[in-house]
């Protein structure tokens, strides 16, 4: 079982594509200790009653960070509750999204001791970084990130970079220099803003093209890099296998918590809205099933408009919630952008993999 806690809605940077600028337009809000302890033993429960023998609790935002103190907390809380079930072989584990700028040697030193997953919101080198992630007063925010690459490439971090139209040019390179910074564990994902054109997915396509290239390359040197972008795509083609089956959590795989308590699928959906679409119950009644309904079904059927395509499992426009909530405004949307861009991003993984095997 995932658990996502959206500890604050406060958020120290004004990213330009922040998915949050309409939902959390206020950015005041933030989740109180009895909201986050009942959303811990509701998805402990429901871990039990799924039969299922982990849970990972994300921290989550806004910026979390800015919440440290509920972190802790949070630990402290599950570790306590997971004792007293007295399940063997039961693993917890914990994981942080943050931008990365808040971090000092406490926080540091108390993610490395409980063994975080930190996923770290980074877009690249310097100029690269700075078009979009800005701080409140619009100045770039590499430099508050830049003292801990080091400490956090040790940490085995994992990099989430984003690109948007302003940003195209230089993706390859800003992979390329993640690389040489230590980074094993990253991955790109395009701002489906509604607003890609024919030119802008052409240029996007020469950079994923280049990128491939230096994985093919990478990989023939036996290098340890994991390049999500690429691999992902390579990964389900391998193992016959699809995204829902272990990266869209909806339902069964994981719950998200607004910071009132309100239940939705997924990071994306969260709104701090009783009457927010897909919110499916509270921590304090849980989950209401049969608004969860619509969700459980996703899980379990393929999209109309998908039918006969030979990369629907492949396909984000297909397979993940978030996505098609995102761009569409429902789970059975389609939106023509992400599936020209997953068309496109497919038939470049699948050359580079011929390459790689033909080598």
């Known amino acids: 079982m995932n658990l996502v806690l959206s500890l604050t809605e406060q958020c120290n940077l004004r990213c330009t594509y922040c998915y949050y600028k309409e939902s959390h337009a206020e950015r005041a809000k933030v989740m109180g200790d009895s909201v986050l302890e009942a959303a811990i033993q509701l998805a402990l429960e429901r871990t039990v009653a799924f039969r299922q023998n982990f849970l990972n609790i994300t921290f989550f935002g806004g910026e979390p960070l800015l919440r440290f103190d509920a972190i802790k907390h949070g630990v402290e809380v599950a570790k306590k509750l997971v004792l007293g079930i007295g399940l063997k072989d039961f693993r917890l584990h914990f994981a942080v999204n943050t931008n990365g700028t808040l971090l000092n040697d406490e926080i540091i030193e108390f993610l490395r001791r409980e063994n975080f997953q930190i996923f770290l919101s980074l877009d690249g080198n310097e100029t690269r970084h700075n078009i979009c992630r800005k701080q409140v007063n619009g100045e770039g925010s590499f430099a508050k990130i830049a003292p801990h690459i080091p400490k956090l490439v040790k940490m085995n971090v994992i990099v989430l970079a984003v690109v948007t139209r302003e940003n195209i040019s230089g993706l390859c390179e800003s992979i390329q220099w993640f690389f040489d910074q230590g980074f094993k564990r990253l991955t790109s994902a395009p701002d489906f803003d509604g607003h890609w054109t024919e030119e802008s997915l052409d240029a996007l396509g020469v950079e994923y093209q280049k990128l491939a290239d230096l994985w093919v390359e990478l990989k023939k040197s036996k290098s340890p890099l994991y390049l999500g972008t690429i691999q992902d795509k390579v990964k389900i083609a391998v193992e016959d296998s699809r995204y829902r089956s272990y990266s869209c959590h909806v339902y069964e795989g994981g719950i998200s918590v607004a910071t009132d308590g309100s ?63 995102y761009t569409t405004g429902t789970l059975d949307g389609v939106s023509a952008e992400v599936c020209a861009h997953e068309r496109m991003l497919a038939a470049i993984c699948d050359e580079a993999v011929d390459k790689l095997l033909n080598a």
Request: a neutral charge; charged letters at 25%; aromatic letters at 12%.
């Open 263 to 325: 239940i939705f699928p997924c990071t994306r959906f969260i709104a701090s809205n009783p009457a927010a679409p897909y919110c499916q119950g509270n921590v304090f009644t849980g989950v209401d099933e049969a608004r969860a309904k619509e969700v459980h079904d996703f899980v379990h059927r393929d999209k109309k408009d998908c039918e006969g395509c030979s990369l629907k499992w492949r396909c984000t426009a297909h397979e993940c919630a978030c996505t098609s909530f």
